[in-house]
Nanobody
Framework: QLQLVESGGGLVQPGGSLRLSCAAS????????VGWFRQAPGKEREGIAC????????NYAKTVKGRFSISRDNAKNTVYLQMNSLKPEDTAVYYC?????????????????????WGQGTQVTVSS
């Protein structure tokens, strides 16, 4: 069974940090494009950090650039999202995704059509 499972979400104060993990089972991530998306209540899903299957192309949304960082540990078959300087507007459900569709450009630009597999999401709440 192909599966992605996120963890690491929770409640954090503004200015704090969290690291989200996304563990894959049933397939190996190292040849897949991987990305993190988020959806806040009443808002559309937003792709925030994605990397192409080659790992060469990487892109961040303007809302998180300079604060968030995506990385992967192929030995652990896991993708991470390091989130620093968190703001209340970062509050959302965070999803990881993996896929092989489309071009490297579309994958890195977090085009949802490039992603086949999605996790169930983990809640991140930034509040004092």
């Amino acid at each position: 069974q192909l599966q992605l499972v996120e963890s690491g979400g929770g409640l954090v104060q503004p200015g704090g940090s969290l690291r989200l993990s996304c563990a894959a089972s049933g397939f190996t991530l190292d040849n897949y494009a991987v990305g993190w998306f988020r959806q806040a209540p009443g808002k559309e899903r937003e792709g925030i950090a994605c990397t192409s299957s080659s790992g060469i192309s990487k892109n961040y949304a303007k809302t998180v650039k300079g604060r968030f960082s995506i990385s992967r540990d192929n030995a652990k078959n896991t993708v991470y999202l390091q989130m620093n300087s968190l703001k209340p507007e970062d509050t959302a459900v965070y999803y990881c995704a993996a896929g092989l569709r489309g071009s490297s450009f579309l994958q890195a630009m977090c085009n949802p059509g490039a992603y086949d597999y999605w996790g169930q999401g983990t809640q991140v709440t930034v509040s004092s």
